[in-house]
């Protein structure tokens, strides 16, 4: 479906298009997308499923325990960019309002995870996203 065509129905198309460029704009800029990219990174990432799919391949125990390691690290890595995109003074009217229990529970296992692989400077920026809100 051509978004273009949906919204030319309403307005001249280079009025849909800025319309449409400046919502996702503002929709990746805001702080919900960041906390909920961040934790839909994190609580999707399931070790059992990984596991399995990795038996299958049919490689030695070492590769197998390196494919798992690299998939953690990136899961985590990835989620701790988004998470980043926070401004914890700018934002913080937003977290004080935000209550939800999966993100309290990515936070955690994150800061758990950052703690095992010894980045402490990842760790004191969740420290502070979680003392920023409604659960620290």
Do not use: W
């Amino acid at each position: 479906m051509d978004l273009d065509k949906v919204f030319s129905t309403f307005y001249t198309s280079s009025e849909a298009r800025d319309y449409s460029t400046n919502t996702l704009q503002d929709f990746k800029d805001h702080p919900a997308f960041y906390l909920g990219m961040f934790y839909k990174l994190v609580n999707r990432e399931d070790e059992i499923t990984l596991q399995v799919i990795v038996e299958n391949l049919g490689v030695d125990e070492e590769t197998k325990d390196n494919i798992i390691r690299m998939s953690r690290y990136l899961t985590f890595t990835q989620a701790y960019s988004y998470l980043s995109g926070l401004d914890l003074d700018k934002h913080s009217n937003y977290l004080l309002t935000y209550n939800n229990p999966q993100l309290k529970k990515a936070l955690h296992k994150a800061m758990q995870y950052f703690e095992s692989t010894e980045e402490y400077e990842k760790c004191g920026f969740i420290k502070k996203v979680v003392d920023s809100t409604l659960f620290s």
